[in-house]
C-alpha cells in the first residue's frame, strides 16, 4: 500500500469516527421509530415546557420549513406529527403572528396527498413572488425509495391575510425532477428563490455526491419550469449532505436586512448547510458571481463542518427570512429534545423552536451578528440589578427576586488584568472538547466566570454559561461555553458542553453576555451575539421555584460583574 493511499483510507476513517463522536446522540429528522409514532400522551406534562420560545400544545416538531412575512402576518410554517411526539406522520404546521412572540395556530398547510408527495412533504420555503404572492416550494417524496423531487403550492385564497388553505396544482407538480446525475434520494430542501437582473428566478436544492455537500442551482423563467444550471453554486468535500441550504445577501455597511435579489458591490453573500452527519450547521461570507452562477467563499473561515456556526448547541435546519415591515433579515432555529424518545412519549411533546434572532454582518466583514427580535422585550417584567459586585476565585453569588426558571439575563463581566491567563495549546482546536476538558468547575486564571443558570440551591443541579481566556503566542483566545454536564441528577440524558471561541476585544476589559432561561432551553449570546450557544437541560431539582439564578468565578483573576439585568419573563401567548 502506498502512502498516499494509507493517508487517504486514515482521514477518510478518521473523519467518519469524528463525526461520530461529534453527533453525540442527536438524531436527524429521519430516524424512525415505527412503533412510537402515532403514540399519542393521555396528558400533556408542564414540567420542562417553555413559557416563551414556541412550540405546540404537544406531539413533535422539528425544523421550520417556509417562514416569512406577508400582509401584515408572519407566518411559520414547520415540521409536525399530529399522532405523536417522536418524528413521523409529517405535515406542515402552520401559525401566524403579529409580533414574532404570540402564536395562532391554524389548520395544517401541507400534508402528504398527491403521487408526487404522499410518503413525505419535506422540509422547504417560501418566496413572495410580484403578482402572483406567496409561492411555497418543498420536497416531496413519490414511493417508499425515498424518491425525492421539488414540489410547489399556492394560497387558494392569496386575499386571505391568513392564508389559511393552500393547494398543489397537480398538473404542473412535481416542478423538479433529478436526472440521473444526482442522487434522487438526497435531494431536498429547496431555498427561498430570488430574481436577477436577467429576469430569471433561482432556487438552490440540497444533495450530496458520496461525500461531497452539494447546492444545486435552478433557474426559471416562470417560476413553474426550472432547468438546472451546468455546474452548482458550490460544493465541498467531506461535508456529506447538505440539507435546508440557506442563501442570502447581507450589507456590508448597515444592520439592515436584504431581499434575495440584491448582489454587487455592496453585498456579501451567506451559505448555510445543515450537516446530515454532524447535526451542526455551518455557514460561510462570500463573493456571489451570477452570470456564471458560482459562489465563491471568502478565505476567513473554514468552508467545512469545522467553520463558522450560527450556534454552538443543539440547533439545527435553520432558516432566514426578509422582513419588510422592519427591513431586517430573521433567523430561526430548531433545538431538538435531549433526553429518549420513551421520554418524549411519556410527556406528550417534543422539540422547540430557538428565539427568532435578527441576522447582521459584523464590522470586521468576517463573520455574522446574532440578537433576540426586540418584539422578545415585550415580554420583560419584574426586573432586579446587580452593579460593581466584585468575584474572588470560588465566588459564587445569588441574583435574587426574579424567577431564575424563565428570565432574560443581561451581564457585563469585566476584568483588570490578563497577566494570569493560561497558555493556550494550538492543539485545542475543537471549542467544544475544550469545554469538555476545562469546565466551570476547575480553577483557571481568567475564568472561568460567568452564570450558573437554572441551579438548584444546593449546586447539585446547575447549568453554567462561562467565559475562560488563555494566552497564544500572538494574541488572547477567548472561550466560550455553556455546559450541561451537571444540568440534572437524572441519567441516561444527553448531557454535552457546548463550545465555540468568541472574537472579541478585550482591550476594553469586558465581556457582555445574554443568557434567555426558558425551563428547558438556555439560550445565551456572547459580545453582543458574536458567538450563541443553545443547550436542552431537564433538571429534576431545578425546577419553577426550585431553580436558581449565580454569578461566579473559578480563576484567580478578580471579576467584577460591572452590571447585570434581569427581568422575569412573562408568558408567551402561543395556541
Keep these: 500500500m502506498g502512502v498516499t493511499k494509507f493517508l487517504t483510507i486514515f482521514v477518510v476513517v478518521f473523519f467518519s469516527l469524528s ?41 413533535w416538531i422539528n425544523g421550520k420549513t417556509g417562514p416569512m412575512y406577508y400582509n401584515g402576518y408572519y407566518h411559520l410554517f414547520y415540521q409536525y406529527n399530529p399522532n405523536g411526539s417522536v418524528w413521523g406522520n409529517i405535515v406542515w404546521a402552520h401559525s401566524v403572528s403579529k409580533d414574532l412572540v404570540n402564536w395562532k395556530a391554524l389548520e395544517h398547510a401541507l400534508y402528504p396527498s398527491e403521487p408526487f408527495d404522499k410518503f413525505g412533504c419535506w422540509s422547504g420555503s417560501a418566496t413572495v413572488v410580484p403578482g402572483k404572492g406567496p409561492v411555497i416550494l418543498y420536497t416531496g417524496v413519490t414511493d417508499d425509495k425515498n424518491t ?34 444526482i442522487n434522487g434520494s438526497a435531494f431536498r430542501d429547496p431555498t427561498t428563490a430570488w430574481r436577477s437582473n436577467d429576469g430569471h428566478w433561482r432556487m438552490l436544492v440540497g444533495s450530496k455526491r458520496k461525500d461531497r455537500g452539494i447546492a444545486y442551482l435552478y433557474k426559471s423563467k416562470d417560476f413553474i419550469k426550472w432547468v438546472r444550471a451546468k455546474h452548482p453554486i458550490h460544493s ?9 441550504p440557506d442563501f442570502f445577501p447581507v450589507a456590508l455597511e448597515s444592520r439592515e436586512g436584504l431581499e434575495m435579489g440584491v448582489h454587487g458591490n455592496n453585498v456579501k453573500h451567506v451559505l448555510k448547510n445543515s450537516l446530515d452527519m454532524t447535526r451542526f450547521e455551518y455557514y460561510t461570507l462570500g463573493t456571489y458571481f451570477p452570470k456564471m452562477d458560482k459562489y465563491v467563499p471568502d478565505n476567513t473561515s473554514e468552508d467545512g463542518w469545522g467553520g463558522l456556526r450560527y450556534d454552538y448547541g443543539n440547533f439545527y435546519a435553520s432558516k432566514s427570512f ?40 459584523d464590522p470586521s466583514r468576517r463573520q455574522l451578528i446574532q440578537w433576540p427580535v426586540e418584539e422578545l422585550n415585550s415580554l420583560r417584567g419584574e426586573k432586579v440589578k446587580m452593579n460593581n459586585q466584585k468575584l474572588n476565585k470560588g465566588d459564587y453569588v445569588q441574583v435574587k427576586g426574579v424567577n431564575a426558571a424563565q428570565v432574560d439575563v443581561e451581564a457585563t463581566f469585566s476584568f483588570s488584568s490578563l497577566d494570569k491567563a493560561e497558555t493556550f495549546d494550538p492543539r485545542w482546536v475543537n471549542a467544544q472538547d475544550l469545554c469538555a476538558q476545562k469546565g466551570s468547575k476547575i480553577q483557571g486564571g481568567v475564568g472561568p466566570f460567568g452564570l ?8 447539585q443541579e446547575f447549568t453554567p454559561v462561562f467565559f475562560r481566556i488563555f494566552k497564544a503566542q500572538n494574541k488572547h483566545v477567548v472561550l466560550m461555553c455553556s455546559d450541561a454536564t451537571s444540568s440534572s441528577i437524572k441519567i441516561n440524558l444527553y448531557k454535552p458542553s457546548f463550545g ?62 460591572q452590571n447585570l439585568q434581569a427581568w422575569s419573563m412573562k408568558n408567551a401567548d402561543i395556541q
Design 500 to 561: 465555540g471561541f468568541l472574537d472579541v476585544d478585550l482591550s476594553t476589559g469586558k465581556i457582555p453576555l445574554r443568557s434567555l432561561i426558558d425551563h428547558s432551553v438556555v439560550e445565551s449570546f456572547g459580545a453582543g451575539g458574536k458567538t450563541n450557544i443553545l443547550s436542552r437541560v431537564y433538571p429534576a431539582l431545578a425546577v419553577g421555584n426550585q431553580a436558581h439564578l449565580f454569578v461566579f468565578n473559578n480563576g484567580t483573576e478578580p471579576i467584577n460583574v
Design 452 to 459: 450558573l443558570t437554572l441551579a438548584s440551591q444546593d449546586l
Design 322 to 361: 426578509f422582513d419588510p415591515s422592519k427591513n431586517r433579515r430573521i433567523l430561526w432555529g430548531w433545538a431538538n429534545e435531549s433526553d429518549s424518545k420513551e421520554d418524549d412519549v411519556n410527556k406528550g411533546w417534543a422539540g422547540i423552536q430557538a428565539i427568532p434572532r435578527t441576522i447582521w454582518l
Design 236 to 244: 465541498k468535500t467531506t461535508t456529506g449532505m447538505w440539507e435546508c
Design 19 to 59: 463525526v461520530i463522536l461529534i453527533n453525540n446522540g442527536v438524531e436527524g429528522f429521519h430516524k424512525i421509530y415505527s412503533h412510537l409514532q402515532s403514540v399519542s400522551a393521555i396528558s400533556v406534562s408542564d414540567l420542562h415546557r417553555t413559557a416563551y420560545h414556541f412550540q405546540p400544545p404537544r406531539n
Design 148 to 181: 425525492e423531487v421539488q414540489c410547489y403550492a399556492i394560497p387558494e385564497d392569496s386575499s386571505d391575510p391568513l392564508l389559511r388553505k393552500w393547494i398543489k396544482p397537480d398538473t404542473l407538480n412535481p416542478i423538479v425532477i433529478a436526472d440521473r446525475a
